[in-house]
Structures are given as C-alpha cells and as structure tokens.
T-cell receptor
Framework: GAVVSQHPSRVICKSGTSVKIECRSLDFQATTMFWYRQFPKQSLMLMATSNEGSKATYEQGVEKDKFLINHASLTLSTLTVTSAHPEDSSFYIC????????????FGQGTRLTVV | TQLLEQSPQFLSIQEGENLTVYCNSSSVFSSLQWYRQEPGEGPVLLVTVVTGGEVKKLKRLTFQFGDARKDSSLHITAAQPGDTGLYLCAVNGSSNTGKLIFGQGTTLQVKP
C-alpha cells in the first residue's frame, strides 16, 4: 500500500505554546487529507477534511482557530494545535487519499501530543 | 448516538480461543471496512466488504457482511498473542469524500 508519514511521532510541549504536526504522502498525490483525534482506549474521531489548495472543512464541535490545518501541496498537510492546553493531549492521526473516487485512504503512524 | 455499535468493547482471552466481534447499525452501507490498530500506531486496513452476505477470509480471520448490509462480524479462530490490538469497523461518511466514521472499537488482549 501507499505510504503516509507523520512527524513528529511524539511531542511534549508546554501549555500555551503551539505545536505543528506534519502529514506527508510519500509515493502518491493526496488530494484529500483527513485529521483524526483519538483518546486512550477510544476510537478515532474525525476532526477535519482538507483538500489541496482550499480551506479545511471542520467537523461539528472542532474549533478551527484552535486546530489550524494547511494543505498547501499534494503531498503535505499540517495540523497546528494553537495555544495548547493539557486537555489537547491526545493521539492525532492523519490519513491521505488520492484523486480517484474509490481509492483507499492510507493512515499515518500518528502523533502522540502531551501538553504539560 | 453512535452510527456503528461495536461489541464487545473489551475482550481478554487465552491463546487458542476463538472470538467474534460485531459491528451493528440501523443504516445500510455500500461497503464496510475493518481495521486493526496497535498502540502508538495508525490503523491498518484488514478488509473491505461490499456485497450483502459476503464472507472474506484473511488467514485465521473471517469477515462477514450482513445480508442487508447493516452489520458485519469479525471472527478470529485460534487467537494468538500477535492478534492483540484494537479492532475497528468503519464506513464511509456522506458525499463520498473518503472520510471514515469508526465504531467504538474492540480492544482485544490475547494472553499466552
């Protein structure tokens, strides 16, 4: 399958600072990328959908000013958690999908964010 | 309310036992996917089922899609410690964007 790489895999930051997470599709052009959040022992919850070159679409209850998403190229999307607080600590996972309608979305390895 | 109801949510069994995980909904789906996720990793796609009544096998894992395409099951025969992980069923969200809606997940622990 295709490869999606997330960076960093783990990050610890202080309250009030911002953290940027990168999601790269290494061997295909990702026209759409998805950002999910996962709390311990829980399932994945979709946060937002981003299409290359356009604004992200956020799910209900997700603050767009808190979780800034940029999808500036066909191989890179970034999620920036702004003014992070301990309750933002979570596992963040991206997935990327190619242009064709029925193609599979491939997941990155995830990023463990801990806000202290 | 949860679109996909997975059960059980937690399962701890001994090596060699069989188990079944269920994924139920009142909605009809064109397809359904099963993923396995290990701690600290992203989910990995195991199978996609698309036809009502379809049965797919992946080594000791058997996946079934209900006749009405509202539910699915995952059966593991002779579970091994390497099967330990979080099993997730998922369906495509509306408008065919590729976004996935996941069930709550089943955490499986297989003890040696």
């Amino acid at each position: 399958g295709a490869v999606v790489s997330q960076h960093p895999s783990r990050v610890i930051c202080k309250s009030g600072t911002s953290v940027k997470i990168e999601c790269r599709s290494l061997d295909f052009q990702a026209t759409t990328m998805f950002w999910y959040r996962q709390f311990p022992k829980q399932s994945l919850m979709l946060m937002a959908t981003s299409n290359e070159g356009s604004k992200a679409t956020y799910e209900q209850g997700v603050e767009k000013d808190k979780f800034l998403i940029n999808h500036a190229s066909l191989t890179l999307s970034t999620l920036t958690v702004t003014s992070a607080h301990p309750e933002d600590s979570s596992f963040y996972i991206c997935s990327a999908k190619g242009r064709a309608l029925n193609t599979e979305a491939f997941f990155g390895q995830g990023t463990r964010l801990t806000v202290v | 309310t949860q679109l996909l109801e997975q059960s059980p949510q937690f399962l701890s069994i001994q090596e060699g036992e069989n188990l079944t995980v269920y994924c139920n909904s009142s909605s009809v789906f064109s397809s359904l996917q099963w993923y396995r996720q290990e701690p600290g990793e992203g989910p990995v796609l195991l199978v996609t089922v698309v036809t009502g009544g379809e049965v797919k096998k992946l080594k000791r894992l058997t996946f079934q899609f209900g006749d009405a395409r509202k539910d699915s099951s995952l059966h593991i025969t002779a579970a091994q410690p390497g099967d330990t992980g979080l099993y997730l069923c998922a369906v495509n969200g509306s408008s065919n964007t590729g976004k996935l809606i996941f069930g709550q997940g089943t955490t499986l622990q297989v003890k040696p």
